[in-house]
């Protein structure tokens, strides 16, 4: 065998092998080898302010949960000294081991800032193991580090993936990875979306819509 014939053979073969990577990266999924849990409308449980009822906070049509709430109203316990929120928290799911994934499809109005829409409750230190923010239409770890830009007015995809074995959460925004952050340890460990003024910096109304709202197990 000749050297150009071995060149050209080699040149064949990673070029096979390059396309079969970029193949397999631009059709992975975030839920690739996860397996999604039944859920029933007893699984969403709503927080709310303490002394309001329901509807004056939340709406439920055609397959759109609506979240909203003022900078103004009151906690969503009595004794509570939080700020005010009206959010879905999947009850009845609560992990402590595995790898679990949150997904649902979210949507934030212009003029919304400073409200988490979505986090993961629980941690070793703190009340929470992942909180993502929104300030004048761009996604935050909590208040720091930059997650995706440009959400407003749009409908997007968000997967989280908590791999409590392997100490990592990862964030995916339409299906491409944006963030990656060390677990914080053990906790009461579940999933809520939805509205949850941070503590500076909000608007005076705040609102989350979202829909296909899914949790998956890696089995």
């Known amino acids: 065998m000749n050297s150009s014939y071995c060149y050209q053979l080699l040149?064949?073969?990673?070029?096979?092998?390059?396309?079969?990577?970029?193949?397999?990266?631009?059709?992975?999924?975030?839920?690739?080898?996860?397996?999604?849990?039944?859920?029933?409308?007893?699984?969403?449980?709503l927080q709310k302010p303490n002394d309001i009822p329901l509807e004056k906070r939340y709406s439920f049509e055609d397959g759109i949960r609506r979240?909203?709430?003022?900078?103004?109203?009151?906690?969503?316990?009595?004794?509570?000294h939080t700020q005010p929120r009206t959010e879905v928290r999947i009850r009845g799911l609560d992990y402590s081991s595995g790898a679990w994934q949150f997904e649902g499809y979210g949507f934030v109005?212009?003029?919304?800032?400073?409200?988490?829409?979505?986090?993961?409750?629980?941690?070793?230190?703190?009340?929470?193991?992942?909180?993502?923010?929104?300030?004048?239409?761009?996604?935050?770890?909590?208040?720091?580090?930059?997650?995706?830009?440009?959400l407003y007015d749009k409908w997007f995809r968000v997967n989280v993936i908590h791999d409590v074995d392997g100490g990592k959460v990862t964030v995916f925004i339409d299906g491409i990875q944006k963030f990656v952050v060390k677990y914080k340890g053990p906790g009461d460990l579940y999933f809520k979306c939805g509205v949850y003024a941070a503590p500076a910096n909000i608007s005076y109304y705040m609102e989350s819509r979202w829909k296909d709202i899914k949790i998956y197990k890696k089995c």
């Not at 079969?20 to 397996?35: I, K, Q, R, V, Y």
């Not at 979240?67 to 509570?80: F, I």
């Open 11 to 45: 040149s064949i073969l990673i070029l096979v092998g390059l396309q079969e990577n970029f193949s397999s990266l631009c059709g992975a999924d975030p839920t690739d080898g996860f397996t999604s849990v039944t859920l029933t409308e007893w699984n969403f449980e």
């Open 67 to 80: 979240l909203w709430v003022y900078a103004d109203d009151k906690p969503h316990n009595p004794t509570s």
């Open 109 to 150: 109005p212009n003029g919304t800032s400073g409200a988490t829409i979505v986090q993961i409750h629980g941690a070793a230190k703190g009340p929470t193991t992942l909180i993502l923010r929104i300030f004048n239409g761009n996604m935050r770890y909590y208040s720091a580090d930059l997650v995706a830009t440009d």
